[in-house]
């Protein structure tokens, strides 16, 4: 009868703490809250009802705090990943504002490298017809300051960015508003700031994703002169690209990350979605993930740590999304990080061994621009590769 008792009890904790997090959660997003909380409005009863909900309050976050850390097998507050990945309520990390970009774009890419992440090209909107940008900038992330850096040789937007052994690699994109697809692959070398052409892509893509992976930088997806989606694999060798094993889901404005051991490709679109996959450079095979928690397209990923394939932003047909996820390589599941400050699409992203950055992009959906700058660990103690 004891245990009985004991598990009806545990039950209503949990109908109850459940309930809690649905009003949390109802509160953040602004939808219409309950008749008790519309009587705090009446001065009379004020100092009471505030009383009485900070004695609740006490008693409810002391008993849900330990349903939270039980329920989820880990501290109460921690970010879970797999099946059960906790939302942003439950996580630990924050997002820390950096100083703007200097320019406001969006349609933008970036790397990391040393300390440093590049952002190349993107569109500035203006008075909304849009203009296409040389822009290449550098944020140096230990002194968290900007610089201008010599243009890109054409004009790019949509064009994916990698970054290994003192060169950053700026591949394929469109090269006007008519949104027409570039092969060209433009070097830049950090040590003497010079651009040079760099082997083009066996084809005109643009949006497509760029990461490195074993010192290799690999492009995967986009679209070409037929607007369709590809499922194309290249990698950079010395003097040309080598394709390789095709992506399963065809998809461009995807998000794509390299950890230690895999390629990831996260998301994306037409249709929007969200699929995630991998590649195995040792194996040429691609293998399905669970999906991302939200389906997005005009998202942008990044590898942090070497443990961590993260992906922020996006947006669908009704709205701009401020969503951001990692895929745990540890875990094998999603940690969800919680929102950006502010929602974007057509946004860049870099990843140290530590932070998962997001530069610039779009606040509301189709042709839209900002200059935000965003950081967040998507970890207690990432695994540096």
Excluded at 348 to 355: N, S
Aim: hydrophobic letters at 40%.
């Amino acid at each position: 009868m004891a245990m009985q008792s004991t598990t009806r009890r545990a039950k209503s904790l949990d109908r109850f703490c459940e309930w809690r997090a649905r009003r949390l959660g109802a509160l953040r997003d602004g939808r219409p809250r309950s008749k008790s909380m519309l009587l705090a409005a009446d001065p009379a009863i004020r100092p009471r009802w505030l009383l009485s909900l900070l004695a609740a309050t006490l008693l409810v976050f002391t008993a849900c705090g330990s349903y939270d850390r039980f329920s989820s097998g880990g501290k109460a507050g921690e970010p879970q990943a797999a099946g059960g990945a906790t939302g942003s309520e439950g996580s630990a990390a924050t997002w820390l504002r950096l100083p703007d970009a200097p320019t406001a774009r969006t349609e933008v890419g970036a790397a990391h490298h040393n300390g440093i992440i590049f952002v190349a090209g993107g569109i500035a909107v203006g008075d909304g017809s849009g203009r296409v940008l040389r822009t290449f900038e550098a944020f140096d992330v230990a002194a968290s300051t900007w610089s201008k850096l010599p243009e890109l040789p054409e004009p790019r937007h949509h064009a994916a960015v990698a970054a290994v052994d003192g060169v950053v690699y700026v591949v394929g994109g469109y090269s006007d508003m008519a949104f027409t697809p570039s092969a060209k692959v433009y070097a830049y070398e950090v040590e003497t700031r010079k651009w040079r052409e760099a082997p083009p892509l066996p084809e005109a893509v643009g949006a497509g994703g760029a990461a490195v992976l074993d010192g290799k930088v690999y492009f995967v997806g986009g679209a070409g002169k037929d607007r369709k989606p590809s499922s194309r694999l290249y990698v950079l060798g010395d003097s040309a690209w080598r394709r390789l094993a095709d992506m399963p889901t065809p998809r461009e404005h995807l998000g794509v990350a390299a950890t230690s051991s895999f390629l990831y490709a996260l998301g994306g679109r037409f249709p929007i979605t969200s699929v995630a996959e991998r590649y195995d450079p040792e194996e040429d095979k691609w293998e399905s993930l669970p999906p991302k928690p939200t389906a997005r397209g005009g998202v942008a990923g990044a590898g942090v740590g070497g443990r961590f394939a993260c992906v922020a932003g996006g947006e669908d047909e009704q709205r701009t999304y401020a969503d951001a996820e990692c895929f745990d390589e540890t875990t094998g599941g999603w940690v969800v990080l919680p929102p950006m400050a502010v929602a974007r699409h057509g946004l860049a992203a870099a990843g140290t061994d530590r932070q998962f950055f997001t530069i610039a992009g779009g606040d509301r959906p189709g042709l839209a621009e900002t200059a935000v700058v965003e950081s967040i660990s998507p970890g207690p103690e990432p695994e540096v590769g």
